[in-house]
């Protein structure tokens, strides 16, 4: 099945500075990602979302970019703020009848003032 | 819209004890899922409806496990009898896209004694 590695586990900006956090699949026929953010005490809440047909999508201060041949994509985050503190979870769809959706582990982000 | 919306929000029980979770999805939204999030294991998908048909409950622990999707607007998760390890926080999402755009309940964070 497919299995997502999120790194890094903990990141730790401050407030202004950009933020990446990097995720590898293994089933080179998913085709859908999605990036969640999690705060406290609250459900995941998805952040944006990228296709296997395109490189790169933006919406204000957040990004991701996919890399197929290499099998990884990442979420970018700029100017950061104390209110982007959260857990950020990756995910990837794979295809096919038994299609699934495979979170990673997270990644706890701090933005220090 | 409310959103999706899960009680209780706090459940505290005994060992052996029966557990029922609540979930209303997102009205107009045809899939449904359950998750369990721990420190250990992540996100973990119990099992998913559409149509109120489960499509995948591969990730349902045992046969203390049981979710039913008796219409559109309800689902209820239950674990009979429960045990310490259940202890989690369980959350309830819906889409209107099978496997994308999943939008998440606030969770039931359960304890077992």
């Known amino acids: 099945g497919e299995n997502v590695e999120q790194h890094p586990s903990t990141l730790s900006v401050q407030e202004g500075d950009s933020a990446v956090i990097k995720c590898t699949y293994s089933?080179?026929?998913?085709?859908?990602f999605p990036w969640y953010k999690q705060e406290l005490g609250k459900g995941p809440q998805l952040i944006i979302d990228i296709r296997s047909n395109v490189g790169e999508k933006k919406d204000q201060r957040i990004a991701v970019t996919l890399n197929k041949t290499a099998k990884h994509f990442s979420l970018h985050i700029t100017e950061t703020q104390p209110e982007d503190s959260a857990v950020y979870f990756c995910?990837?769809?794979?295809?096919?009848?038994?299609?699934?959706?495979?979170f990673g582990t997270g990644t706890r982000l701090q933005v220090t003032l | 819209d409310a959103g999706v919306i899960q009680s209780p929000r706090h459940e505290v029980t005994e060992m052996g004890q029966e557990v029922t979770l609540r979930c209303k999805p997102i009205s107009g939204h045809n899939s449904l899922f359950w998750y369990r999030q721990t420190m250990m294991r992540g996100l973990e998908l119990l099992i998913y409806?559409?149509?109120?048909?489960?499509?995948?409950d591969s990730g349902m622990p045992e046969d203390r496990f049981s979710a039913k999707m008796p219409n559109a607007s309800f689902s209820t998760l239950k674990i009979q009898p429960s045990e310490p390890r259940d202890s989690a926080v369980y959350f309830c999402?819906?889409?209107?896209?099978?496997?994308?755009?999943?939008?998440f309940g606030s969770g039931t964070q359960l304890s077992v004694l």
């Open positions: 089933d080179s026929a998913s085709n859908y």
């Open positions: 999402a819906s889409s209107l896209d099978r496997l994308e755009k999943l939008f």
């Open positions: 995910a990837a769809k794979t295809t096919g009848t038994a299609s699934k959706l495979t």
């Open positions: 409806f559409n149509n109120n048909v489960p499509i995948d």
